[in-house]
């Protein structure tokens, strides 16, 4: 029969990110946080307004001062806290 895996529980830390609603910006979002070997867990996300929306990523490292100012300069990104 099967095995049992024992997973272990990683712990995860909220990223927010107030990004333009259009195509793309996932694209550029994530190859940032993967440029610094940021794992994102999941990415939850909702538009809160005309042309506007809110991703709340789910990540397994902390993200630096240098990632969110990177986050902030792209096009498209109104804001990124953690």
């Given at each position: 029969?099967?095995?049992n895996i024992?997973?272990?529980a990683?712990?995860?830390?909220?990223?927010?990110?107030?990004?333009?609603?259009?195509?793309?910006?996932f694209?550029?979002?994530d190859k940032?946080?993967?440029?610094?070997?940021?794992?994102?867990?999941?990415?939850?996300?909702r538009q809160?307004?005309e042309?506007?929306?809110?991703?709340?990523?789910?990540?397994?490292?902390r993200?630096?001062k240098?990632?969110l100012k990177k986050l902030k300069n792209?096009e498209g990104?109104?804001?990124?806290?953690?």
């Amino acid at each position: 029969m099967g095995e049992n895996i024992e997973l272990e529980a990683k712990p995860f830390y909220p990223l927010f990110v107030y990004h333009e609603d259009k195509p793309g910006m996932f694209a550029k979002i994530d190859k940032v946080l993967a440029d610094h070997g940021i794992n994102i867990r999941e990415t939850p996300s909702r538009q809160i307004g005309e042309g506007c929306a809110i991703a709340v990523y789910l990540v397994h490292q902390r993200v630096s001062k240098r990632v969110l100012k990177k986050l902030k300069n792209l096009e498209g990104v109104h804001r990124a806290i953690t």
